[in-house]
């Protein structure tokens, strides 16, 4: 078996598949997306889904044949959905979103669902410029000097204390899928404002990674030749805090070449 992948690897088979498979994944992934929601739709909406039936039961009401009564179904809910948002349009969707809001968070148990799913309809219904409006790309490092750090979205430029502590709001995003990150109270001396677009962070996030190269500014791109010196810096700072502590320095930091 050893000997049969060795052979798959040397003679370039494995990596010609696994190119074939990379391209492919992409639309493989896309599609099963797809039919995940149709079955989804299917399960809710469809002809044997309790929305489904009643559709078709409203239908049969004016014809007999089945899918006709489907379709007349279908096409009032659709109207009646039209019919609601021209009466947003002309009487003002303010005044009557703020009297049903007033109606549904009355209602126990129904409020505590409504309110967050009201939000998050809202947010989306935004433009894209107004939801990202006033948030910028920010590193922000903890661990002090050689420690580590993350790239976020800094929400605003207030500062709030906690315990002393002078905090900023920052949205992490998380890694493929950026809308399902965390809200950290970072503390306001470690956020850093980088020269980046929203959008450049976003494709970091959704390529993993991978296209982090493409989008990062030169001006923090490390070149080749200076790693190295970058490297037996980060040594050098902790094997002096080895020393500090009263630890043995680690072989690597021993072996740098300080600069």
């Known amino acids: 078996m050893r000997r049969a992948l060795r052979w798959f690897w040397k003679t370039g088979m494995l990596s010609t598949f ?36 009643a559709l078709f039961q409203m239908g049969l009401r004016f014809v007999t044949d089945p899918i006709v009564a489907s379709v007349l179904g279908w096409v009032a809910v659709l109207l009646a959905i039209w019919f609601l948002g021209a009466l947003l349009k002309w009487v003002g969707k303010k005044r009557i979103e703020k009297a049903f809001n007033a109606a549904v968070v009355r209602i126990p148990l129904v409020n505590v669902l409504y309110r967050p799913v009201a939000q998050v309809v809202e947010m989306l219904q935004r433009d894209p410029a107004d939801k990202l409006q006033g948030m910028s790309v920010v590193y922000c490092a903890f661990g002090g000097e050689g420690g580590a750090g993350f790239l976020g979205l800094l929400v605003s430029d207030h500062v709030y204390r906690f315990n002393g502590q002078a905090c900023q709001i920052v949205y992490v995003p998380t890694s493929p899928v950026p809308m399902s990150g965390a809200v950290v109270f970072a503390a306001a001396d470690s956020v850093h404002r980088v020269n980046m677009q929203v959008d450049d962070l976003m494709k970091i996030c959704l390529s993993i990674g991978v296209m982090s190269s493409k989008v990062i500014p030169d001006q923090y791109v490390v070149l080749p030749e200076d790693v190295e010196r970058v490297k037996g810096r980060l040594n050098d700072i902790h094997s002096a805090k080895a020393t500090v502590d009263g630890k043995p320095a680690a072989a690597g930091a021993l072996e740098s070449d300080p600069q």
């Open 18 to 53: 696994l190119a074939g498979l990379f391209a492919v994944l992409p639309i493989v992934i896309t599609v099963g997306i797809m039919a995940w929601v149709g079955g989804l739709l299917k399960a809710w909406l469809g002809p044997e889904s309790f929305v489904g039936k």
